[in-house]
């Protein structure tokens, strides 16, 4: 018996014609994803978005006319529709599409992704992958006049007391995140004192704007946060980001047994992805175990599932992001199915539950 999958629309909005051609084809190959139409810039495309009812729109950063910052800003306080920005590889350009992840894009591809070279295959279906997943993103109207860089978090410590108590049963905490990720983890973080135990996140995202983001993240988080680097030691009050082309792994240094180090690779994909949450999560099981935590955030897919429930299997601190609070219920839900959440929870409660049940 043959099911018809529901397909959803897309909207391709970029100045480039051969970038609208590439994009097109990759997301053709995808039976989930129909190409209902291509903008050459903003104005067209804002025709096309009352005529074509798109359900997810590509948009380049930068545009002639109107760049895709402002035609995101008004699309996301008129009529908001799930946005995967596009950009080339450049420092600026980076910096932009952290921007447009804060005023409510849900995905980003890097432009360099769409041609032929080393990996193509599995970048592709990334990009497809990112697509189909912003598709089934929630969002919210937002107003015209919102600021466009997150607001200062106020920073707090624990006390020697409160750090000894956390240390006693919690030495690292693993997130792993996807769509919608960027702004869940802000918001996480945030609820975090800035000598909060050691934290390793993995976040969906293509390798050229891990960086930046850490660094963004890092301007507003009471701790230091930054992207991981092979042979990293972990310490209280330091947050690391999996960069986007490598697997992550925490493991004991074979040469001092009482810290924790990051191990790199270049490993093929994992449950569709590299990094993978799942090898972040089933190293803190294999090699942590109890004294780690996970929490597992919005995102399409599965990705975290089976490793976190592999954590939980040997005594981990296990907890999920509410469907209520995700931007897409995809992984945090598959989680919960299979018996991996401990407690599922609101994202605004998520940190001071992780800190205050270290040591029950």
Same mark, same amino acid.
Request: proline fraction near 6%.
């Given at each position: 018996?043959?099911?018809?999958?529901?397909?959803?629309?897309?909207?391709?909005?970029?100045?480039?014609?051969?970038?609208?051609?590439?994009?097109?084809?990759?997301?053709?190959?995808?039976?989930?994803?129909?190409?209902?139409?291509?903008?050459?810039?903003?104005?067209?495309?804002?025709?096309?978005?009352?005529?074509?009812?798109?359900?997810? #729109?590509?948009?380049?950063?930068? @545009? &002639?006319?109107?760049?895709?910052?402002? =035609?995101?800003? !008004? *699309?996301?306080?008129?009529? %908001?529709?799930?946005?995967?920005?596009?950009?080339?590889?450049?420092?600026?350009?980076?910096?932009?599409?952290?921007?447009?992840?804060?005023?409510?894009?849900?995905?980003?591809?890097?432009?360099?992704?769409?041609?032929?070279?080393?990996?193509?295959?599995?970048?592709?279906?990334?990009?497809?992958?990112?697509?189909?997943?912003?598709?089934?993103?929630?969002?919210?109207?937002?107003?015209?006049?919102?600021?466009?860089?997150?607001?200062?978090?106020?920073?707090?410590?624990?006390?020697?007391?409160?750090?000894?108590?956390?240390?006693?049963?919690?030495?690292?905490?693993?997130?792993?995140?996807?769509?919608?990720?960027?702004?869940?983890?802000?918001?996480?973080?945030?609820?975090?004192?800035?000598?909060?135990?050691? #934290?390793?996140?993995?976040?969906? @995202? &293509?390798?050229?704007?891990?960086?930046? =983001?850490?660094? !963004? *993240?890092?301007?507003?988080? %009471?701790?230091?946060?930054?992207?991981?680097?092979?042979?990293?030691?972990?310490?209280?009050?330091?947050?690391?980001?999996?960069?986007?082309?490598?697997?992550?792994?925490?493991?004991?240094?074979?040469?001092?047994?009482?810290?924790?180090?990051?191990?790199?690779?270049?490993?093929?994909?994992?449950?569709?992805?590299?990094?993978?949450?799942?090898?972040?999560?089933?190293?803190?099981?294999?090699?942590?175990?109890?004294?780690?935590?996970?929490?597992?955030?919005?995102?399409?897919?599965?990705?975290?599932?089976?490793?976190?429930?592999?954590?939980?299997?040997?005594?981990?601190?296990?907890?999920?992001?509410?469907?209520?609070?995700?931007?897409?219920?995809?992984?945090?839900?598959?989680?919960?199915?299979?018996?991996?959440?401990?407690?599922?929870?609101?994202?605004?409660?998520?940190?001071?539950?992780?800190?205050?049940?270290?040591?029950?």
């Amino acid at each position: 018996m043959n099911i018809s999958l529901p397909k959803y629309r897309v909207l391709i909005v970029d100045d480039s014609a051969f970038f609208r051609k590439a994009i097109e084809m990759i997301l053709s190959k995808d039976r989930r994803l129909e190409v209902v139409g291509c903008a050459k810039d903003a104005f067209e495309a804002k025709q096309m978005v009352d005529s074509l009812q798109p359900d997810v #729109i590509t948009l380049d950063v930068e @545009m &002639p006319k109107m760049d895709g910052l402002e =035609f995101l800003r !008004r *699309l996301m306080a008129h009529r %908001p529709i799930p946005v995967v920005m596009c950009s080339t590889i450049v420092t600026k350009g980076s910096d932009l599409l952290m921007q447009a992840l804060e005023m409510g894009a849900v995905g980003v591809i890097e432009k360099g992704l769409v041609g032929n070279g080393r990996h193509a295959a599995d970048l592709q279906m990334q990009i497809c992958d990112t697509v189909r997943g912003a598709a089934l993103a929630k969002l919210q109207i937002r107003s015209l006049n919102i600021a466009q860089s997150p607001s200062i978090i106020k920073s707090y410590a624990l006390d020697p007391i409160e750090v000894k108590r956390v240390e006693n049963s919690l030495s690292v905490l693993g997130i792993g995140s996807s769509t919608g990720g960027p702004e869940a983890l802000k918001t996480l973080l945030g609820g975090m004192p800035s000598n909060c135990p050691p #934290i390793v996140i993995v976040q969906h @995202m &293509p390798e050229v704007f891990t960086g930046p =983001f850490a660094k !963004r *993240l890092n301007k507003y988080a %009471p701790m230091d946060v930054r992207e991981a680097k092979q042979g990293d030691v972990l310490r209280n009050g330091l947050a690391l980001l999996a960069p986007g082309s490598h697997h992550m792994e925490i493991m004991y240094n074979p040469v001092n047994s009482k810290e924790m180090i990051v191990s790199l690779n270049e490993g093929g994909l994992v449950s569709r992805h590299r990094p993978s949450v799942d090898v972040l999560f089933r190293s803190l099981a294999t090699n942590i175990g109890k004294r780690a935590t996970g929490v597992i955030l919005t995102g399409m897919g599965q990705d975290g599932a089976d490793g976190l429930l592999e954590m939980r299997q040997t005594g981990s601190r296990t907890y999920g992001q509410d469907q209520e609070s995700c931007v897409v219920y995809g992984m945090p839900k598959v989680a919960k199915s299979i018996g991996a959440v401990e407690r599922e929870l609101p994202l605004t409660s998520l940190a001071k539950a992780v800190l205050t049940q270290a040591a029950p």
